[in-house]
């Protein structure tokens, strides 16, 4: 059973270098700066997927209010660059350390809560971010901050127009998240965590700290949602509440994980890939017309995929189901 | 119809389609909110970017104004103009992705739009980086203007010059009645727009020596305005000044009514004070309110091209125009103007001819000084006008000039 174990994490170790090289070697046959921008959004939230999997897929504590830890992210290299010189490369680092910290402050009262309290409790925090962001003139308020271009530089990860440096980037972030999530799934700490989300009770009778598992899970996630909300503001250029602490942000980083499978390994970026070439193509090919067929669309397809595949997109990729179930 | 038939009709449709195109297209892109917030506004201005195109391209019957004449751009052999919409959903991020495939994909040369200020920002950001003019026709945030662009333009008058008329229609009327405003009270709401509108308020309001006796920020939206409507009671202003969208401005035009407030004066910086769902909710409560507007539809002596080109919105979209409207029609006539111009669809001969627009103000349908850019890019000849309430509609008060009506003016009695 321990050899299957090795076995199979083996093989997964391989399936996973297989796809992040597929994945660097996209740009050879893609051109198309378009199809390049969809890339690099879609792996940017499958890394943001994975990042939110971590605390909601492994260790079950559903949270709706990661564009906090998104926004703070994307605020804090931004105006570490603008305000004090320092390098977004840097920053990015800064970012997902404070935005790990916010997490484990709000973790602190809100771990307090369980189920649904919890999620609803993420919510209300969130919102209160948004606002606090939205009526702070320090960090530019409603008007948001605007990013110059000072030239190319990989310090500074500015690229005039091109997208093969940030395509690695992100590709970077997402094999970050992807390879800590990996770890997870081996470690003492990740059997902790699912232990956690499965029976609480249970786990606490076998000796696993409950409060210290959902803190490390919460901060660990916050850092890397943090980290690509640093990637994001470098990339877009501007940042403003509405566009990275709103609302409907959490969702669109939750949902990837959701629709792919949650607490898997591969889910969050099978949910991305569907997703979000979904959105962006259906909104750039149909969205002209202003009829709102591209969000039909899209809100049929997870419609679908709810009803036909509740557990997520990864079951239809379904090799390792059949060791795992055990006979009912 | 058999096949045959079908396929014969389908290849003479081919064919007459590539004899129409003698001259290329010039392929411009459009970018708006077409789903999601800020929609409304976005549907609304698709309409009057393919009016202006007809304008542009179609036969008709000489129009007054700049590009009036129709039949494509002459100066390009008549190439017709071709609009390619891109639905922003009012996201920054998505904005600066459909602005990058109009340009790389459908190979636009210029892009217009875009109705939100952070729509604008990245736009102009993808406009910079692959050196492609951007023409803001209804972005008014005044921090656009100000980043050192070289490939932004914007015919719109920003919110700073909409304040600043507001001031100087406070002076004007002020010297004419020997009434004069001593105090205002702002009331905002909290995004951008409202905060933008109210920075500039406050500090033009100091300079012109005005006592600000209630500076009051409510959340966008808000169920219920009573506390405020208070607040703006107690503190009895010469003159409101909200900056508020349209359910924020009904309401809050209610909520004085309840408490028996009746102000002397209020001044709007447009928004949802111009909206049509406005007059309708607000009814008699809002008669008399005031608001700037950069469009004045009443100005059709000054101004003759504004009754053929609203007779061809109206048989388009069944509206008459509106501030956003007729800016978006101004602005895509601008930009053909230019494109004709520099006689040529390659993006720099555009941005050279674009900094040597200067049309004058009776060349179009606004009630604007004229057109020209200054090195911002922004045009420094957009001159906003001043509206009242009366009897259900707007009516232009002020550039005097201008004038439709005596304003109603009750500051001071």
């Known amino acids: ?328 | 119809m058999n096949r045959r038939a079908l396929m014969l009709s389908a290849g003479a449709l081919a064919l007459s389609g590539r004899t129409a195109h003698a001259a290329d297209d010039v392929v411009i892109g459009v970018v708006y909110p077409l789903t999601g917030n800020g929609a409304a506004v976005g549907l609304d201005a698709k309409a009057p970017y393919e009016v202006a195109a007809d304008i542009i391209n179609g036969t008709h019957a000489p129009i007054p104004m700049l590009m009036g004449a129709g039949g494509g751009l002459p100066k390009l052999g008549g190439a017709k103009i071709k609009l390619v919409f891109a639905d922003s959903q009012g996201d920054p991020q998505k904005a600066r992705a459909e602005a990058e495939r109009l340009i790389t994909q459908d190979k636009a040369v210029a892009i217009v739009g875009s109705y939100t200020s952070a729509t604008g920002a990245t736009i102009s950001q993808v406009t910079e980086r692959y050196e492609v003019p951007y023409l803001a026709a209804d972005n008014s945030s005044p921090s656009l203007h100000t980043r050192g662009l070289k490939w932004f333009f914007r015919t719109s008058p920003h919110d700073e010059m909409f304040t600043q008329g507001m001031f100087e229609f406070f002076a004007g009327i002020g010297a004419k009645t020997g009434r004069r405003v001593q105090t205002v009270a702002l009331f905002y709401e909290d995004s951008i727009f409202g905060t933008d509108s109210s920075n500039v308020q406050r500090k033009l309001a100091e300079a012109a020596g005005m006592k600000i006796v209630a500076d009051i920020r409510y959340r966008a939206a808000s169920p219920s305005l009573s506390t405020e409507a208070q607040k703006l009671k107690s503190a009895n202003a010469d003159v409101i000044m909200p900056s508020s969208y349209t359910s924020d401005a009904i309401l809050i035009l209610k909520a004085m009514a309840e408490i028996g407030y009746k102000p002397k004066a209020i001044m709007a910086q447009a928004a949802g004070f111009q909206e049509s769902a406005f007059l309708q909710g607000a009814g008699a409560l809002a008669e008399g309110a005031m608001s700037r507007s950069s469009f004045a539809g009443d100005a059709i002596k000054s101004r003759p091209a504004i009754v053929p080109v609203n007779a061809l919105y109206k048989a388009h979209n069944n509206k008459d125009m509106n501030d956003n409207t007729s800016r978006q029609i101004t602005a895509m006539l601008t930009m053909a103007d230019a494109i004709n111009r520099a006689g040529s669809a390659k993006p720099d001969a555009i941005r050279l001819a674009l900094i040597a627009t200067d049309v004058p103000g009776d060349q179009t349908i606004m009630p604007w000084k004229g057109i020209k850019f200054d090195a911002t890019g922004q045009n420094t000849l957009g001159t906003p006008v001043m509206q009242q309430i009366s009897g259900g509609v707007y009516k232009t008060i002020w550039p005097f000039e201008l004038a439709v009506m005596e304003p109603g003016w009750n500051v001071g009695q």
């Not at chain 1, 890339?39 to 999997?53: E, R």
């Not at chain 1, 906090?68 to 350390?97: C, Q, W």
């Not at chain 1, 402050?105 to 609803?120: N, Q, V």
Request: aromatic residues 12%; hydrophobic residues 55%.
């Open chain 1, 1 to 328: 059973m321990a050899n299957a174990i090795v076995k199979r994490r083996r093989q997964e170790l391989v399936v996973g270098g297989v796809v992040l090289a597929g994945l660097a070697l996209l740009p050879v046959p893609i051109k198309d700066v378009y199809t390049q921008n969809l890339i690099i959004i879609t792996v940017l939230f499958a890394g943001l997927a994975q990042a939110w999997n971590i605390l909601g897929g492994y260790c079950g504590q559903i949270s709706l209010g990661h564009a906090l830890y998104f926004g703070i992210g994307s605020y804090v290299s931004t105006l570490l660059y603008l305000k004090l010189g320092i390098p977004p490369t840097l920053g990015l680092f800064a970012a997902g350390i404070v935005a790990g910290a916010a997490a484990l402050l709000i973790g602190w009262p809100c771990f307090r809560l369980s189920g649904h309290y919890y999620a609803i409790a993420t919510v209300v925090v969130g919102e209160i971010g948004y606002l606090l962001f939205l009526n702070w003139d320090f960090v530019g308020g409603a008007t948001g901050v605007f990013i110059p271009f000072k030239g190319e530089s990989w310090a500074e990860l500015q690229f005039k127009t091109a997208k093969l440096p940030y395509h690695f980037v992100v590709l970077a972030f997402a094999a970050a998240t992807w390879l800590a999530a990996f770890w997870l799934e081996g470690s003492r700490w990740g059997f902790a965590w699912r232990a956690v989300k499965d029976d609480v009770v249970a786990a606490r009778s076998l000796g696993v700290n409950i409060f210290a598992s959902k803190m490390a899970a919460a901060a660990l996630s916050g850092g890397f949602t943090g980290m690509g909300g640093a990637l994001y503001a470098q990339y877009v250029g501007y940042i403003d509440p509405d566009s990275v602490l709103a609302g409907h942000f959490s969702i669109l980083i939750a949902l990837p994980a959701v629709l792919g499978g949650v607490g898997t390994l591969w889910g969050p970026l099978i949910g991305a890939a569907v997703l979000i070439p979904a959105s962006e193509l259906s909104r750039s090919y149909l969205g002209g017309s202003g009829r709102g067929v591209d969000l039909m669309l899209y809100g049929g397809l997870i419609v679908l995929v709810a009803l036909a595949r509740p557990q997520g997109l990864v079951s239809l990729f379904n090799w390792r189901r059949k060791s795992d179930v055990p006979a009912a």
